[in-house]
């Protein structure tokens, strides 16, 4: 039983597509995350959704949009893609509180934009 | 924001050796903290939680120096399947809950 899970796995579109990424845990989890990882493996934070609310927005274009329907699910809208889009995209999930807050992440979706 | 600073590497040691990992943080207040490995285009998997007493795993010790602002990962006898890259994260850089993982520090076992 895969805990997180993401569709796609890889994305390949021409610049100036819109796009959607799905994640979803089984894992009863309260908190999900959408993290970016460029080519320089740098992983930052993009957006963080406690019981389908927005709780964490980093500096990300409004291009961006999340979407959580319900606290097992958060999706990835993005519009106007461009080349620095670029990037794997993952989702990750952890229970709000407590000692052991780790974060549990989906595949990844690699994203390519030409 | 607070950020997390790690030496991206490569660590390059050969099989059987002790290598060590540090990170720094700069948020003092921060009291949450975790050494996750990352294998080459896969997903970030927690290796070990930091506490403050130390924690121990196997070949592996996770350690907090509070007042050097600084984790640290011990690797003992090295395996070849160790290589990866190793990322620490702080759990409250941003002061509520938001996770800060630095740039990860690469190892490469050789035989």
């Not at chain 1, 493996?41 to 389908?52: A, D, H, P, Q, R």
């Not at chain 1, 500096?59 to 993005?78: E, G, M, Q, W, Y």
């Not at chain 1, 620095?84 to 990844?108: E, H, I």
């Not at chain 2, 490569?10 to 009291?31: D, H, K, L, R």
Request: contains cysteine; hydrophobic residues 30%.
């Amino acid at each position: 039983d895969t805990a997180v899970s993401q569709t796609p796995k890889y994305l390949v579109t021409q610049m100036g597509n819109d796009k959607s990424i799905k994640c979803e845990q089984n894992l009863g989890h309260d908190t999900m995350y959408w993290y970016k990882q460029d080519s320089k493996k740098f992983l930052k934070i993009m957006f963080s959704y406690n019981n389908k609310e927005l709780i964490i927005n980093e500096t990300v274009p409004n291009r961006f949009s999340p979407k959580s329907p319900d606290k097992a699910h958060l999706n990835l809208h993005i519009n106007s893609l461009e080349l620095g889009d670029s990037a794997v995209y993952f989702c990750a999930s952890s229970p709000r509180t407590g000692v052991d807050r780790q974060q549990f992440f989906g595949p990844g979706t690699r994203l390519t934009v030409l | 924001r607070k950020e997390v600073e790690q030496d991206p590497g490569p660590f390059n040691v050969p099989e059987g050796a002790t290598v060590a990992f540090n990170c720094t943080y700069s948020n003092s207040a921060s009291q949450s903290f975790f050494w996750y490995r990352q294998d080459c285009r896969k997903e970030p998997k927690l290796l070990m939680s930091v506490y403050s007493s130390g924690n121990e795993d196997g070949r592996f010790t996770a350690q907090l120096n509070r007042a050097s602002q600084y984790i640290s990962l011990l690797i003992r006898d090295s395996k070849l399947s160790d290589s990866a890259t190793y990322l620490c994260v702080d759990d409250r850089a941003g002061g509520s809950y938001i996770p800060t993982f630095g740039r990860g520090t690469s190892l490469i076992v050789h035989p």
